[in-house]
């Protein structure tokens, strides 16, 4: 046992290096998918956090170069309990410990998580400090104890793109039979952490997609004359993206919108909501979403910190879905504006395709705007 995990309230957990060497801060999550790490590791929505795998055996199916969210990882640190270095898949390029020091990222094995995630569950994400070059525990204490609260922090402009462009890509083999060969609309998509498999599901439902800087202005989105405005995910404090908000309100009306995880918070604070940081947050692909109006419950993939108080909603948006743990705003809707958000991914697929109809809608939503 090499390596040492340290929570701001004390709390001690020794494990094995399998990553880079050094020491990094950061909020300490846990994700509760059983597949999927490469995923979690490129999601730029991860930015400042550690995440604790709570899927006993991570490692085995290696890294390819298919599944990235993202063109790097973005977790500050990976903590599991077995790391398997023996990987089978015919996809993979690599082994998960080769792919963590190529970017620089430290990652802690035999770490007690089922523990560590039970404290967490009690007493809310917590920030940490990890190291692969020290056992000063005072050290760590103090290096955890002054790192950033996730509160407060505006991550989303640090992780997008700085520059507009194209994105045409689809989903490829991987695309459902009813993909549109030719794009029909014209999409703008905030970048405020965003994800490629989103990207995607909108080429394959029929957009041209044109990716923008997350500080871009109303103004300047509609000189690139959008058929509609999409809203991505992200990391860090929703209320902190005033810029974000007053844009997102200036578009309302204007475009048809659709705002995924961020992109759904701040499309609940432009309509006049609030929003508020969840104990230990949604981190895992198998978190169940009750459609209220039809009553089916999805299997949802999830990661975020934060959500929409639905309190303080005012009267024209309409709450579309429930998370059924926690009872949380997982949807949202403009009953006067084609707008509407879910919390969660519907492009991840856990169900597989629960949350596809979503693309859909947005689709239809420009449709119908096309033939006012």
């Keep these: 046992m090499d390596a040492l995990l340290v929570l701001e309230d004390g709390r001690v957990f020794w494990g094995r290096s399998f990553g880079a060497d050094g020491e990094t801060t950061g909020e300490v999550v846990f994700a509760t998918g059983m597949t999927g790490y490469q995923e979690v590791l490129t999601d730029p929505s991860y930015a400042g956090q550690i995440v604790t795998m709570t899927a006993a055996h991570i490692g085995n199916t290696g890294v390819n ?18 790391y398997s270095d023996d ?22 094995a035999d770490i007690d998580t089922r523990a560590l995630t039970r404290h967490i ?23 955890a104890r002054a790192t950033p609260s996730m509160e407060g922090l505006d991550l989303a402009s640090g992780v997008g ?32 952490g965003l994800k490629r498999n989103i990207l ?16 871009m202005s109303a103004a300047e989105v509609l000189k690139l004359n959008p058929d509609g405005v999409f ?29 995924i995880c961020l992109g759904h918070q701040l499309m609940g604070l432009a309509v006049g909501g609030k929003t ?5 947050g949604h981190h895992g692909c198998n978190h169940p979403v009750k459609d209220l109006a039809t009553g089916h419950v999805q299997i949802t993939s999830q990661n975020h910190g934060f959500s929409v108080d639905a309190e303080s909603l005012p009267e024209d948006v309409q709450v ?3 998370n059924l743990n926690d009872g949380t705003v997982e949807g949202l809707r403009h009953t006067r504006y084609p707008a509407f958000s879910v919390q969660y991914h519907p492009e991840a697929a856990p169900g597989p395709h629960d949350a596809d109809p979503l693309f859909t809608e947005f689709i239809r939503s420009m449709e119908r705007e096309q033939e006012r």
């Design 65 to 82: 170069e298919i599944d990235p969210e993202a063109e790097k990882p973005y977790v500050a640190g990976f903590l599991v309990r077995a």
């Design 87 to 108: 990987y089978s898949s015919w996809r993979a390029r690599t082994g998960l410990s080769h792919y963590l020091r190529e970017n620089n990222i430290i990652a802690l």
């Design 121 to 143: 569950r009690a007493k809310g994400a917590l920030r940490a400090a990890i190291s692969t070059e020290t056992d000063d525990v005072d050290h760590l204490l103090s290096l």
């Design 161 to 192: 793109t700085h520059e507009i462009y194209t994105w045409t890509e689809g989903s490829g083999e991987w695309a459902s039979e009813t993909t549109p060969i030719q794009p029909r609309f014209h999409v703008v998509a905030y970048d405020f």
């Design 200 to 215: 995607r599901k909108l080429v394959d439902h029929g957009a041209h997609v044109t990716v923008v800087p997350a500080t």
């Design 231 to 259: 809203l991505s995910n992200g990391p860090g404090d929703p209320a902190t993206l005033g810029y974000a908000v007053e844009n997102i309100h200036a578009l309302l009306g204007r475009k048809p919108m659709f705002g």
């Design 276 to 280: 508020f940081k969840l104990p230990y």
């Design 320 to 322: 579309t879905h429930r």
